[in-house]
Structures are given as structure tokens and as C-alpha cells.
């Protein structure tokens, strides 16, 4: 701690589509079999909805069957994008009656089938406005998403996928509905600022570095729009000096020491403590001001950079293990006027003391593995390195 404060070959056929749009593949037997139209829109038995049938390079040879299972689709208007039919592979087919419906589906009189023209075009032409998408504050910005449909709502996966915080504004299909804020490590919620109009909902997200929430569509909205108060973060104190440290018995590690500064155990000249593995149990005791204590707020205990998992006590009360960034938990409900006693279990990995024991001049190892694995990994590296 440095301070506390989720050869491609699918079947020629495959349901649409690209970025901001969900998709899926399927074959020549399931085309056949399971789809038909409803509504416009390509379904199957099971209940999934599609809005256009693209058909890749691999479509350019096509047996008779489903030639006529797409005729029937496009008749009863379904949406079709992507390359002509040229031949037929079978020597069985009628290529006579096969080269007659390639004429009757693309003779252009067709208004939802659509040749030559881009996805973002047909999906314009056809009016599907993206499941998903977002505002790139920054030209990099990346987010995946997955949406499942359930019976009484939308539930959308929101993933950013670089290390860094993202302010934006996502886009969902979904309109009617409030959106809120689900945390799958918790199983918190949170509301959210929205904006709903011309079918889409607009929400304010907050990522933190490679962050990953779920946006749950549920409850009817009485409102078209909704804005929560701005939130104002102040650091109230750095409590980086004089931490008491105890270390798990038989690794290495002396039973204590005291930190002026918090640093990284492999920082510390004692070699027990540089290559510890295990637990150490930071503790100490901090005074909360009075004016620490306001009405609507809430107080956080950052920890910063933790390597690798920190669990955190605070006056008795245990609230929770935090393992991934941010290292911060809400203390609101365990933190009170005056004294207070904080407990921070920090656990690190267990190759820092593999490395510990293959140093020069160790005698006595701590851990056991059943191969060196450390000295194998840099050995093989070094190896590498050495072949031409």
C-alpha cells in the first residue's frame, strides 16, 4: 500500500450486427428450421428478436433450401443485407429455379433488401437506432456491453475497458423505464440522472478504471427526466505515518514493525518483510473531528494502491474485502466522533516469497513448490532471449 486516504467460421449466415448493436450467428439448419417473421423482425421459437439478416462472404454459395427459406422471409418481410447469392454448390438443385429467386429477391424492387451498403446505412434506412452507445470524452474511450431482456424490464452490462475514470453519457434503447445503478460485487443500487425522449434513455455514468456495473430498466418512469445533485469530494485528512504492522507467524517476517510512512513491503531493507507473503494487519487509532459529521454526507476510507486484497475494520465493525481498484469503502455507518480503531488486513501474493527463497545465499526456504517455478520462468526467459 502506497496510502491510505469479460479461423472463424459461424455458418455462412449470421444475425446482425456491429458496434452498438447486439448480434448472433447461426446456420444453415437453424435458418431453415427456426426462424419466421413476426412484426417485421426475424424471431425463433424461443423468443429471440432480430431486426435484419446479413449475409457474409460465405453466402455466396447457397444451397436451394435456403434460397427458398430466405424468399419466404423476405415475403413476409423480413430485412436481408449483405452480398447476392451467385451458385449453387449441390449438383442435386434445380439451378434454373435456383437462379429464378436470386432474381425475384434482388431485382431491386425489394425494400428491405439491401446490397452494396454499409450496416450503419441499412440500419439508418430501417430505423434501428443502437441498443447501445456512448459519448467518447476522450478518442479512445471503450466500452463493451451485453443486454439481456427480461419479462418486466432491460438489464445492460457496462464495461470500461481502459484503467483510467470515464465521465460520459450512455445511450440505451429503452424508454418508459427508470434506470438504476447495480453493483454485482455488493449488490448495491444507486439512482441515476436520465433523459428519456424519442425512444432512447440518456444517462450520466461514472466508470472508474476498468470498472463493470449493470444499468437495470424496471420501474415505470413518472418522468421524463430526472437529475441527481451534483456530489462534492473533499480529502479530509492523509493518514499515511506511524501505522502498526503484524505479520503472520513462521514466514519470514518479524511478529511487528511500525511504519512512519506507508510504502510497499518490497521496499523495506528487512528482507522478511520484502519478500513476505501472507497477511499483514495495519492498525491504528484516528480521531474524527466533529465537523467530520454533516447532514447528507457520507465519509470514505480511500486506501489507494493495494496489492493485492484488503479487508477493513473499523471500531469492530467489519466492512467488507476490497479487491480490485478503487480501494475505497463507505465508513459512514462505523466511524464516529473521536477515537476511533481501524484495522486493515492486507494480503499479497504468494511469488513474492518464492522470489524471497530463490535469492543467493538462502539456506532454508520457507515455501515449498514442487518445481523451482521461478527460477524455471526467468531461466526459460533468459533462453529465450539467447536463441537466434
Not at 238 to 248: L, M, S
Not at 360 to 376: A, E, H, Q, V
Request: aromatic share 10%.
Amino acid at each position: 500500500m502506497n496510502n491510505f486516504t469479460w479461423k472463424k467460421d459461424f455458418g455462412f449466415p449470421w444475425l446482425v450486427s456491429f458496434q452498438s448493436y447486439n448480434y448472433d450467428f447461426i446456420n444453415a439448419d437453424a435458418l431453415i428450421n427456426l426462424l419466421s417473421v413476426k412484426g417485421g423482425k426475424l424471431v425463433t421459437p424461443n423468443g429471440m428478436s432480430y431486426g435484419v439478416l446479413v449475409l457474409d462472404s460465405n453466402a455466396r454459395h447457397m444451397s436451394l433450401p435456403v434460397l427458398r427459406k430466405i424468399r419466404d422471409l423476405v415475403k413476409g418481410g423480413a430485412a436481408f443485407a449483405g452480398i447476392q447469392p451467385q451458385s449453387d454448390p449441390s449438383i442435386a438443385d434445380n439451378s434454373t429455379e435456383f437462379h429464378n429467386i436470386v432474381n425475384e429477391i434482388w431485382n431491386g424492387n425489394n425494400a428491405k433488401v439491401f446490397t452494396g451498403k454499409g450496416l450503419g446505412d441499412v440500419m439508418n434506412a430501417l430505423n434501428i437506432q443502437p441498443d447501445f452507445a456512448y459519448t467518447k470524452p476522450q478518442a479512445d474511450t471503450k466500452l463493451m456491453y451485453v443486454h439481456r431482456k427480461l419479462n418486466d424490464g432491460d438489464v445492460y452490462r457496462a464495461d470500461n475497458r481502459h484503467g483510467r475514470r470515464e465521465d460520459l453519457e450512455a445511450t440505451f434503447r429503452v424508454a418508459g423505464k427508470i434506470p438504476e445503478l447495480w453493483f454485482a460485487e455488493t449488490g448495491k443500487t444507486e439512482p441515476l440522472s436520465y433523459n428519456i425522449a424519442d425512444g432512447v434513455t440518456k444517462v450520466k455514468l461514472h466508470m472508474e478504471p476498468n470498472d463493470a456495473f449493470f444499468v437495470v430498466f424496471k420501474n415505470k418512469a413518472a418522468n421524463t427526466s430526472f437529475e441527481l445533485p451534483a456530489v462534492q469530494v473533499k480529502e479530509l485528512a492523509t493518514i499515511n505515518d506511524a501505522w502498526n504492522v503484524n505479520f503472520q507467524k513462521d514466514r519470514g517476517a518479524p511478529a511487528a514493525i511500525k511504519m512512519n510512512e506507508l510504502s510497499s513491503w518490497t521496499d523495506n531493507a528487512d528482507a522478511g518483510v520484502k519478500y513476505f507473503s501472507g497477511t499483514g494487519t495495519y492498525t491504528k487509532t484516528i480521531t474524527a473531528p466533529a465537523d467530520w459529521f454533516t447532514k447528507d454526507t457520507e465519509l470514505w476510507l480511500n486506501l489507494g494502491d493495494v496489492k493485492n486484497l484488503a479487508e477493513v475494520t473499523v471500531n469492530g465493525k467489519l466492512l467488507g474485502v476490497l479487491w480490485k481498484k478503487p480501494f475505497r469503502v463507505n465508513v459512514t455507518d462505523a466511524l464516529k466522533q473521536g477515537t476511533n480503531q481501524v484495522e486493515i488486513k492486507v494480503t499479497n501474493l504468494w511469488v513474492n516469497r518464492i522470489i524471497g527463497d530463490a535469492q543467493p545465499g538462502i539456506t532454508s526456504k520457507i515455501t515449498y513448490t514442487s518445481m523451482p517455478f521461478y527460477g524455471l520462468i526467468l531461466l526459460c526467459y533468459l533462453r529465450a532471449c539467447q536463441d537466434p
